[in-house]
């Protein structure tokens, strides 16, 4: 997926009430851009880092911009605006990138499922046998080790998937749990049990109750970013 319009490049001032950032441009200016993530962003949002936004256009926006990328302390690239992660997980699943979800006859996007009226991100068709899918994007990076960990704040949400998951695969249907990794030097993932211990006792008992537990890392730029590779997940 390419960033268009072109990123821009800046400085971080701060980032408050979750979703607003003031940055510094190279030229001076002063904005307030929108951030669109709802996680703590442990790793992405240290004063005075580099960082990349998208310019609107549309007068109506209150906002004159996204934060889209970060340089983390580590020296990475993150994307930090998790709205992304669906689309280049449908641009890999529509490419056959994701192998292990390969040969899929039609795919729809945000399905209804379960009695927590869940919606699963992708419902896929084999020969009308459906797997559900659900996206999480993984951004929470470590000093001194390439393995990435999620998530990077207490999600009950999170944890309500993972049950519903784990339900349609007792049912005998296929479910899967697939970790975009938006977050460049990864080579593995693993459930951050010390911030969210509710959560990584989820995903343990999704993954014996059937629920397949996938992991890819993206090729991020600041042109581009796509998923490319699988990465092991360490449970």
Same mark, same amino acid.
């Given at each position: 997926?390419?960033?268009?319009?072109?990123?821009?490049?800046?400085?971080?001032?701060?980032?408050?009430?979750?979703?607003?950032?003031?940055?510094?441009?190279?030229?001076?200016?002063?904005?307030?851009?929108?951030?669109?993530?709802?996680?703590?962003?442990?790793?992405?949002?240290?004063?005075?880092?580099?960082?990349?936004?998208?310019?609107?256009?549309?007068?109506?926006?209150?906002?004159?911009?996204?934060?889209?990328?970060?340089?983390?302390?580590?020296?990475?690239?993150?994307?930090?605006?998790?709205?992304?992660?669906?689309?280049?997980?449908? *641009? !890999?699943?529509? $490419? %056959? +990138?994701?192998?292990?979800?390969? =040969?899929?006859?039609?795919?729809? &996007? #945000?399905?209804?499922?379960?009695?927590?009226?869940?919606?699963?991100?992708?419902?896929?068709?084999?020969?009308?046998?459906?797997?559900?899918?659900?996206?999480?994007?993984?951004?929470?990076?470590?000093?001194?080790?390439?393995?990435?960990?999620?998530?990077?704040?207490?999600?009950?949400?999170?944890?309500?998937?993972?049950?519903?998951?784990?339900?349609?695969?007792?049912?005998?249907?296929?479910?899967?749990?697939?970790?975009?990794?938006?977050?460049?030097?990864?080579?593995?993932?693993?459930?951050?049990?010390?911030?969210?211990?509710?959560?990584?006792?989820?995903?343990? *008992? !999704?993954?014996? $109750? %059937? +629920?397949?537990?996938?992991?890819? =890392?993206?090729?991020?730029?600041? &042109? #581009?970013?796509?998923?490319?590779?699988?990465?092991?997940?360490?449970?």
């Amino acid at each position: 997926m390419r960033f268009e319009p072109a990123l821009e490049e800046a400085r971080l001032i701060k980032r408050y009430k979750r979703f607003l950032a003031d940055i510094e441009t190279a030229s001076g200016e002063r904005l307030t851009i929108h951030c669109p993530n709802t996680g703590s962003m442990l790793n992405c949002m240290s004063e005075g880092c580099r960082v990349w936004f998208s310019r609107s256009g549309d007068p109506k926006r209150k906002l004159p911009g996204t934060w889209e990328l970060v340089e983390t302390p580590q020296g990475r690239l993150a994307c930090v605006n998790t709205g992304r992660a669906n689309r280049i997980v449908e *641009e !890999a699943l529509l $490419a %056959g +990138v994701v192998t292990e979800l390969a =040969g899929f006859d039609e795919l729809r &996007r #945000e399905v209804a499922y379960g009695q927590e009226k869940s919606r699963a991100d992708f419902r896929l068709m084999y020969a009308e046998r459906p797997v559900y899918v659900e996206v999480k994007s993984v951004t929470l990076g470590f000093d001194g080790t390439a393995v990435a960990a999620f998530p990077d704040a207490v999600t009950l949400r999170g944890a309500r998937h993972l049950r519903e998951l784990a339900a349609l695969a007792r049912e005998g249907m296929r479910a899967v749990l697939l970790y975009a990794v938006s977050l460049s030097g990864i080579e593995a993932v693993r459930p951050a049990k010390e911030i969210d211990p509710g959560y990584a006792s989820a995903l343990a *008992e !999704a993954h014996e $109750a %059937g +629920v397949e537990v996938l992991a890819y =890392g993206a090729r991020i730029d600041t &042109r #581009e970013i796509c998923l490319a590779q699988p990465l092991k997940v360490l449970l």
